[in-house]
Nanobody, 123 residues
């Protein structure tokens, strides 16, 4: 089992920045692909970006503005979000997949999920 706990959400003005953290406990963190998803009210859960032990991959909508990193010594993955837009208001979720190398964009491929953290971007 892997337990994931997100933090860092909040209210920010359009154009502002936030950094989300996801602390993992349980099995060997380094073996997991970690990803961030988001879900706005009435919408499907959307892939934001992911990180394996050697690479990152982002959705086109956030590329160049969001950065995912991981600290394997701390079992933590981060999502740095810059130039936020009001339409990016959503609950942001951290997820783990034991794929090791392949960063899946389908949420059904992920085995473990955090409880989510709310990000609200005001206009």
């Amino acid at each position: 089992q892997v337990q994931l706990v997100e933090s860092g959400g909040g209210l920010v003005q359009a154009g502002g920045s936030l950094r989300l953290s996801c602390a993992a406990s349980g099995r060997t963190f380094v073996n997991y692909v970690m990803a961030w998803f988001r879900q706005a009210p009435g919408k499907e859960r959307e892939f934001v970006g992911g990180i394996s032990w050697s690479s990152t991959f982002y959705s086109d909508s956030v590329k160049g503005r969001f950065t995912i990193s991981r600290d394997n010594a701390k079992n933590t993955v981060y999502l740095q979000m810059n130039s936020l837009k009001p339409e990016e208001t959503a609950v942001y979720y951290c997820a783990a997949d034991d794929a090791r190398f392949l960063i899946n964009i389908d949420p059904l491929e992920y085995d473990y999920w955090g409880q989510g953290t709310q990000v609200t971007v005001s206009s």
